[in-house]
Nanobody
Framework: QVQLVESGGGSVQSGGSLRLSCAAS????????MGWFRQAPGEEREGVAG???????AYAPSVKGRFTISRDNAKNTMYLQMNSLKPEDTAVYYC??????????????????WGQGTQVTVSS
């Protein structure tokens, strides 16, 4: 069975850092494009960052320069390093996977597998 399990969320003060992890199993991780999405209460799900199976990356303008997406295919794990966190980064963060084209557009409808989410809270 396909599983994506996020970890590393928590509560930090504005300006702090967190690193999220996504552990994948049940599929050939190295052949999939991966992404991070987030959703705050009352808001639409938003694409945050994506990474191609070969390592290319894409970021939402709101996080570019602060967040870094990476993957370790030997560990079947994807990461999101979040620095200089702001209160507006507060959301549930989701790990997702896909094998379709246009992964860099960060559209949730293009992703097939999803994790359960992990809460990130940034206080002012």
């Amino acid at each position: 069975q396909v599983q994506l399990v996020e970890s590393g969320g928590g509560s930090v003060q504005s300006g702090g850092s967190l690193r999220l992890s996504c552990a994948a199993s049940g599929f050939t991780f190295s052949t999939y494009n991966m992404g991070w999405f987030r959703q705050a209460p009352g808001e639409e799900r938003e694409g945050v960052a994506g990474i191609h199976s070969f390592g290319g990356t894409a970021y939402a303008p709101s996080v570019k320069g602060r967040f870094t997406i990476s993957r370790d295919n030997a560990k079947n794990t994807m990461y999101l390093q979040m620095n200089s966190l702001k209160p507006e980064d507060t959301a549930v963060y989701y790990c997702a996977a896909q094998r379709s084209s246009l992964w860099w557009l960060l559209r949730s409808s293009d992703f097939d597998y999803w994790g359960q989410g992990t809460q990130v809270t940034v206080s002012s």
